[in-house]
């Protein structure tokens, strides 16, 4: 397994609120994971930035979070913090983020975070239930114009 470390006060490090100097990237040349833990410590839930390829500057970022960690505003500032990462330390240019139709809480942390709707991915995953289900494709660009996320108090 190899490990990329980056020196970043932005990147996802041990809490969501990405404070922290040091973060250590675990994974292929092609796959960035961080736990993310509330403001307490807690683990409440993983971000990670995949399917990377450096050359085309795109990659997709994936997350869950137990329901612990969830209406406070960390899974937005993990997700948020890892989107910075992968633009400005790794130099990817966009990054997609999928999620099924019926997940609406993951649908607006998605745009929270500014990740605009591009379309439908019909039957493009199957989950846990083993059945097919739709997607929606949401991407965010190093180019766009978003505010960096605030953990809710």
Same mark, same amino acid.
């Given at each position: 397994?190899?490990?990329?470390?980056?020196?970043?006060?932005?990147?996802?490090? +041990?809490?969501?609120?990405?404070?922290?100097? &040091?973060t250590a990237c675990r994974g292929s040349p092609d796959h960035c994971s961080w736990v993310v833990r509330?403001?307490?410590?807690?683990?409440?839930?993983?971000?990670?930035?995949?399917?990377?390829?450096?050359?085309?500057?795109?990659?997709?970022?994936?997350?869950?979070?137990?329901?612990?960690?969830?209406?406070?505003?960390?899974?937005? +500032?993990?997700?948020?913090?890892?989107? &910075?990462?992968?633009?400005?330390?790794?130099?990817? +240019?966009?990054?997609? !983020?999928?999620? +099924?139709?019926?997940?609406?809480?993951?649908? $607006? !942390?998605?745009? $929270?975070?500014?990740?605009?709707?591009?379309?439908?991915? &019909?039957?493009?995953?199957?989950?846990?239930?083993? !059945?097919?289900? #739709?997607?929606?494709?949401?991407? &965010?660009?190093?180019? #766009?114009?978003?505010?960096?996320?605030?953990?809710?108090?």
């Open positions: 397994m190899e490990t990329r470390e980056h020196a970043d006060p932005a990147a996802p490090s +041990a809490n969501a609120q990405g404070s922290g100097s &040091r509330d403001p307490s410590g807690r683990l409440v839930g993983q971000v990670s930035i995949h399917s990377m390829d450096e050359e085309i500057g795109s990659g997709e970022i994936g997350y869950w979070l137990a329901p612990s960690g969830r209406g406070r505003g960390v899974g937005a +500032a993990a997700v948020d913090a890892a989107t &910075r990462f992968a633009f400005d330390a790794v130099g990817l +240019a966009r990054i997609e !983020l999928f999620h +099924a139709v019926e997940n609406e809480p993951s649908c $607006r !942390l998605a745009t $929270r975070c500014g990740y605009l709707i591009e379309g439908t991915a &019909r039957q493009s995953f199957i989950y846990g239930d083993r !059945l097919r289900h #739709d997607e929606h494709l949401h991407a &965010r660009l190093a180019s #766009d114009d978003v505010a960096t996320f605030e953990l809710l108090g």
